[in-house]
T-cell receptor, first 112, second 115 residues
Framework: KNQVEQSPQSLIILEGKNCTLQCNYTVSPFSNLRWYKQDTGRGPVSLTIMTFSENTKSNGRYTATLDADTKQSSLHITASQLSDSASYICVVSAAAGNKLTFGGGTRVLVKP | GAVVSQHPSWVICKSGTSVKIECRSLDFQATTMFWYRQFPKQSLMLMATSNEGSKATYEQGVEKDKFLINHASLTLSTLTVTSAHPEDSSFYIC???????????FGQGTRLTVV
C-alpha cells in the first residue's frame, strides 16, 4: 500500500530559527515528490517538485532534499518568518496512473 | 503557476439542502479535475477524479449520489453536495491538471458548514 509519513506532526520554532521537516514514503513506482504549504483555510501551494534524479531543490528560504534510495525527503526552512506558520504537506506521485499520496502534514508555528 | 479558482470560499447551508461548489481553471484547459475533502488537522482526502466529458471516478467510500460531480467543460467542474447534513461540514478543495501535465494546481478551497 502506498503511504507517506511525515514527522513531526507539529512543531513550534522561534522567528529567525531554522527547522527541518521529514517525509518517508513507500510509493512505488515513484514519479515525483512535492512539498506544499497550506495556510489555514486555504488550498495548498506548491513549494518544490523533485523527480527521481533530483536530490535537492530550493525555493527561496525553502530547500527540499530527496533520497530516492532510502525513500526519504526533507524540507528545510531557513531563517523562519511569522508567515511561515502553516501546514507543510509532502505529496508523492506514483508513475502508474499519476495518483497522488498525501502525507498527514506537519503544522509549523513560528513565534516571535 | 496556473490559477485555479473555487467559488464560493465559504458557505453555510441548512441541513437537507444542496450546495454547489465551482472549480475553474482560469488560464489553462483542465482535462482532469480532482475533488478533495479535508477535516480539521487532517490531510487532504481524494473524493473523486473527473475527466472532461466523462463520468467521475469516485474513491471507495464516497457516495456518488450524494456528491455529484460535473465536468462539462475544460475550464469548469462542479461538486454538488446533495441533502447536506452537519457531518458533511468540511473544507472542500479542487485541483486541476492540463493534458499531458504531471502537476495539478489547487484551488483556494471552500469551507462548507451545514447547520
Amino acid at each position: 500500500k502506498n503511504q507517506v509519513e511525515q514527522s513531526p506532526q507539529s512543531l513550534i520554532i522561534l522567528e529567525g530559527k531554522n527547522c527541518t521537516l521529514q517525509c518517508n514514503y513507500t510509493v512505488s513506482p515513484f514519479s515525483n515528490l512535492r512539498w506544499y504549504k497550506q495556510d489555514t483555510g486555504r488550498g495548498p501551494v506548491s513549494l518544490t517538485i523533485m523527480t527521481f534524479s533530483e536530490n535537492t531543490k530550493s525555493n527561496g528560504r525553502y530547500t527540499a532534499t530527496l533520497d530516492a534510495d532510502t525513500k526519504q525527503s526533507s524540507l528545510h526552512i531557513t531563517a523562519s518568518q511569522l508567515s511561515d506558520s502553516a501546514s507543510y504537506i509532502c505529496v508523492v506521485s506514483a508513475a502508474a496512473g499519476n495518483k497522488l499520496t498525501f502525507g498527514g502534514g506537519t503544522r509549523v508555528l513560528v513565534k516571535p | 503557476g496556473a490559477v485555479v479558482s473555487q467559488h464560493p470560499s465559504w458557505v453555510i447551508c441548512k441541513s437537507g439542502t444542496s450546495v454547489k461548489i465551482e472549480c475553474r481553471s482560469l488560464d489553462f484547459q483542465a482535462t482532469t479535475m480532482f475533488w478533495y475533502r479535508q477535516f480539521p488537522k487532517q490531510s487532504l482526502m481524494l473524493m473523486a477524479t473527473s475527466n472532461e466529458g466523462s463520468k467521475a471516478t469516485y474513491e471507495q467510500g464516497v457516495e456518488k449520489d450524494k456528491f455529484l460531480i460535473n465536468h462539462a467543460s475544460l475550464t469548469l467542474s462542479t461538486l454538488t453536495v446533495t441533502s447536506a447534513h452537519p457531518e458533511d461540514s468540511s473544507f472542500y478543495i479542487c485541483s486541476a491538471r492540463g493534458a499531458g501535465e504531471t502537476e495539478a494546481f489547487f484551488g483556494q478551497g471552500t469551507r462548507l458548514t451545514v447547520v
